[in-house]
């Protein structure tokens, strides 16, 4: 499985952004997927992740209520909407696809993903 995220860029505290990761590969479909973050000095951090089936959700504490995960299996795409975007959001984000099929429990660790995007970098400016 191949990932390429895309879609961050600078925007003003109280900005939106969505970013985009395209999948190739075996099975995108039935495999969750998570977003990750990465501010300068510090160690990478769950954002949200998505169920195979689009069914469930779940989000980090700190961006709950402000983004939101989606996919379009037909299209190999998991999106995350950011809103009311603050300037601890500013990070490398990374899409992740989890190494297991048809996972039934919520994959939060970095270790439950087997496959990586490269990143892209989200600045919110005050």
């Known amino acids: 499985v191949q990932l390429q995220a895309s879609g961050g860029g600078l925007v003003q505290a109280g900005g939106s952004l969505r970013l985009s990761c395209a999948a190739s590969?075996?099975?995108?479909?039935?495999?969750?997927v998570g977003w990750f973050r990465q501010a300068p000095g510090k160690e990478r951090e769950f954002v949200a992740t998505?169920?195979?089936?689009?069914?469930?959700?779940y989000y980090a504490d700190s961006v709950k209520g402000r983004f939101t995960i989606s996919r379009d299996n037909a299209k190999n795409t998991v999106y995350l909407e950011m809103n009311s975007l603050k300037p601890e959001d500013t990070a490398v984000y990374y899409c992740?696809?989890?190494?297991?099929?048809?996972?039934?429990?919520?994959?939060?660790?970095?270790?439950?993903?087997?496959?990586w995007g490269q990143g892209t970098q989200v600045t919110v400016s005050s």
């Open positions: 590969g075996s099975r995108f479909s039935s495999r969750a």
């Open positions: 992740a696809a989890d190494g297991n099929y048809r996972r039934t429990s919520f994959a939060t660790t970095l270790s439950s993903y087997q496959y």
């Open positions: 998505i169920s195979w089936s689009a069914l469930s959700t």
